[in-house]
């Protein structure tokens, strides 16, 4: 009797538990499967959705990443209860790009996501690569980082660059590669062990396999370079001997193609002479990316004399030769 109760209380919750059985059934299944048709821009996406009897909508989400980002319109699957092919023409694609894509499918029941898959869009025929342009770098006294903007034009592609202190060069890099897009792509080589105060000639070589085309010849100047000019000018910060200060400012002004990080940097001197005397010496360094400077001195003439002449020099740096700023004479008013 027992034995029959128990078995009856099974029976009651097997017949608790089939609602939700029946519920979870009637989700949607989906399978992702292979994309086809597969262009420069375009791709159709594939699918199955099994409704299981319920109304269903499906689309496919889609991106450059695993993170997808971008979603067809909603499409019906209808609401039978076997698997059905689902499809999207989708257009405006990147050549040459790796996608990811999966099928979604929902109805009343829930929604089910489909396992991820990827295609990529072809390339168009490979042309020769494009050189857009070459340039050199921070040209310092004995280095230059060479640059040229790269087209592959639809191929991998290869590149070096050629130089020497003729057009007949002698020298080049090794050769690195970049891939097989079609955007500019830009490419950089540093050199170093260059002679110093010396122009080279280089130019670009390209390759893939549609031909190989070599840049123009191009020139760089190893420092290092004279400074633009620098100015400076001086004044007592007080007006009368008791108080023998003077303070001196002054800017460096750089050449064309010198940027502020590069030549704002090195030492700067200020000295006060008398008769070829020196009366006062005093060095300080610039501060990071400023080429202005400051310097606070006491610097008091000799008895009988009331003038001192000023002079200030840059001690140069690795890109900047030494330079000095035009001497001049100072004094007190009171």
């Known amino acids: 009797m027992q034995r029959r109760l128990v078995m009856g209380g099974l029976a009651v919750l097997a017949l608790t538990l089939l609602p939700t059985a029946a519920a979870s059934a009637a989700s949607p299944n989906v399978s992702t499967l292979p994309a086809n048709g597969v262009t420069q821009t375009a791709v159709t996406l594939h699918g199955t ?37 689902v499809s999207f023409r989708l257009t405006g694609l990147t050549p040459g790009t790796t996608y990811h894509f999966r099928v979604v499918a929902s109805n ?109 010849d191009a020139t760089f100047t190893t420092g290092p370079f004279p400074p633009a000019s620098m100015r400076a000018q001086s004044r007592p910060s007080h007006q009368r ?7 001196t400012t002054g800017v460096l002004q750089l050449a064309p193609g010198v940027s502020v990080a590069d030549g704002c940097n090195g030492i700067v001197g200020v000295r006060f002479t008398s008769s070829d005397h020196t009366v006062s010496a005093h060095r ?37 030769s030494p330079a000095d700023a035009r001497s001049y004479l100072v004094s007190f008013k009171g």
């Open 49 to 85: 959705v099994n409704p299981h009897g319920v109304a269903t909508s499906y689309s496919f989400q889609w991106g450059t990443s695993a993170s997808y980002g971008q979603e067809t319109p909603s499409s019906s699957a209808g609401s039978a209860s076997a698997a059905r092919n």
């Open 108 to 216: 009343a029941d829930g929604t089910t996501v489909g396992v991820g898959r990827t295609f990529k869009t072809a390339l168009p025929p490979a042309n020769p690569p494009l050189i857009l342009s070459t340039s050199p770098f921070s040209p310092y006294a004995n280095s230059v980082t060479l640059t040229a903007l790269v087209n592959p034009n639809g191929a991998a592609t290869s590149y070096r660059f050629q130089f020497g202190t003729t057009t007949s060069y002698g020298a080049e890099t090794f050769a690195a590669s970049i891939g097989a897009g079609v955007q500019p792509v830009p490419v950089t080589v540093p050199l170093s062990g260059l002679q110093a105060r010396t122009t080279y000639h280089f130019r670009a070589v390209v390759s893939n396999r549609a031909g190989t085309v070599v840049g123009p």
């Open 241 to 247: 001997r008791s108080h023998p200060y003077f303070v």
């Open 284 to 320: 300080k360094r610039l501060a990071s990316g400023h080429c202005s400077f400051s310097l606070r001195m006491r610097a008091l003439p000799p008895r009988g004399r009331d003038k001192l002449r000023v002079h200030v020099h840059f001690y140069g740096n690795a890109i900047l």
